[in-house]
């Protein structure tokens, strides 16, 4: 065993305080609204385009209805990054209920059933709250998670698995702007 001086450090230590980013997503369960406001949208631009004025301002007064509306039907969740020991966990999980079959090329053969568990499983490590619209909040369970992901619309789905690979790719894509900026490339090791 090593002696710690300064000159060397605990890596256990480091490694206990290993903190993980967290990010908020909006989600609307109704759909509907979503949709009409982007078919408003599209009038709008329309409006535009003709000229319209009267048009313009209906469908412009719309869409600030529509918004309002989806304000009442907002909830926010929480996702937090994982160790990728969790990652790989899940990953194993979902193999280990769906064994992997290759191809007579040695390619690993899709399954959908073994992405959507990996998925689930990695959805159950990542959301850490769901706050709704009145503010409350609810810590969702294995149950709640898997009832979430088969009962919304491929929106809510898209912009929860959006937060979660952003946080990989925010994470990874920020150390590697820190590691080109000159400062960072600059600094002399103590040792020379």
């Avoid at 609204?33 to 301002?57: D, T």
């Avoid at 191809?103 to 899709?110: D, I, K």
């Amino acid at each position: 065993m090593t002696d710690l001086d300064h000159k060397t450090f605990d890596l256990g230590q480091v490694l206990a305080g290993t903190k993980f980013p967290e990010t908020e997503v909006d989600i609307f369960f109704d759909e509907s609204i979503g949709f009409e406001i982007y078919r408003a949208e599209q009038a709008l631009r329309a409006a535009e385009i003709a000229g319209n004025e009267e048009e313009l301002k209906r469908v412009q007064d719309r869409i600030e209805e529509l918004k309002k509306s989806a304000q009442n039907d907002r909830y926010r969740v929480t996702v937090r990054g994982v160790p990728e020991s969790v990652r790989k966990n899940c990953l194993n999980k979902a193999r280990d209920k769906f064994e992997v079959e290759y191809s007579f090329l040695g390619q690993e053969q899709p399954d959908a059933r073994r992405d959507d568990l990996y998925n689930e499983l990695l959805w159950n490590a990542s959301l850490v709250k769901i706050t709704g619209p009145d503010g409350a909040e609810a810590i969702p369970s294995e149950e709640n998670i898997r009832a979430l992901r088969t009962n919304v619309g491929r929106s809510v789905v898209g912009a929860i698995n959006v937060a979660i690979n952003d946080l990989v790719e925010g994470t990874k894509s920020g150390f590697e702007s820190a590691a080109q900026d000159p400062s960072f490339l600059s600094d002399a090791s103590p040792e020379g």
